[in-house]
């Protein structure tokens, strides 16, 4: 069973639109949440993350938000740039491990 | 955030030999490193966790025979696919946790087995 949930394989945004990647969990004792974003054939790059005491993390371009009730957390990129175009995965832990459980990934294509 | 190098990059073996690949992290003493592997289109996979000193954890289904690990150093941890088979070909990341939560993930080793 998928703990973490990308239901959205692929996403395109025109340059200078805002992106807004989604992301759902199923485990409750997911307490951290991170975003990664991913060229093909590289390593996973940190991109931004968020506690589960926090609703909302700000990194210039990149916010996440968080609704614990609703165990749902989205990146929002603003402006996007077509330098974003990439993989990007949301990934959780929790009972303070480092352990990371990874969503599908959701390709974002951000066009001229 | 932590440094972390793969080697080599690119890997192609005969069915049946080993590969060894390596995970070196650059600027931090990693007491602990994972490995991942992700197939074309999938997410990335925790495959194991490798402690220094001790024996690796391995997730479910991850045949420990089959995948050995090594975590000798605070900088270097190894993973050798034994007796490699074409459905062993994959993409092979190693990841080092840094402070409490985040990981720093290297650039990926490709395993092409004919």
């Known amino acids: 069973d998928q703990q973490v949930k990308q239901n959205s394989p692929s996403l395109s945004v025109q340059e200078g639109r805002i992106s807004i990647l989604n992301c759902d969990y199923t485990?409750?004792?997911?307490?951290?949440f991170l975003w990664y974003k991913k060229y093909p054939a590289e390593g996973p790059t940190f991109l931004i993350s968020?506690?589960?005491?926090?609703d909302k993390n700000e990194d210039g371009r990149f916010t996440v938000f968080l609704n614990k009730s609703a165990k749902h957390l989205s990146l929002h990129i603003v402006p996007s740039q077509p330098g974003d175009s990439a993989v990007y995965f949301c990934?959780?832990?929790?009972?303070?491990?480092?352990?990371?459980?990874f969503g599908g990934g959701t390709r974002l294509m951000v066009k001229p | 955030g932590a440094v972390v190098s793969q080697h080599p990059s690119w890997v192609i073996c005969k069915s049946g030999t080993s590969v060894k690949i390596e995970c070196r992290s650059l600027?931090?003493?990693?007491?602990?490193m994972f490995w991942y592997r992700q197939f074309p289109k999938q997410s990335l996979m925790l495959m194991a966790t490798?402690?220094?000193?001790?024996?690796?954890?391995?997730e479910q289904g991850v045949e420990k025979d089959k995948f050995l690990i090594n975590h000798a150093s605070l900088t270097l941890s190894t993973l050798t696919v034994t007796s490699a088979h074409p459905e062993d070909s994959s993409f092979y990341i190693c990841?080092?946790?840094?402070?409490?939560?985040?990981?720093?993930f290297g650039p990926g080793t490709r395993l092409t087995v004919t």
């Open positions: 968020i506690s589960s005491i926090k």
């Open positions: 600027d931090f003493q990693a007491t602990t």
């Open positions: 490798s402690n220094e000193g001790s024996k690796a954890t391995y």
């Open positions: 485990n409750s004792m997911f307490d951290y």
């Open positions: 990841s080092v946790g840094q402070g409490v939560r985040e990981q720093y």
């Open positions: 990934a959780a832990s929790g009972n303070a491990g480092n352990m990371l459980t």
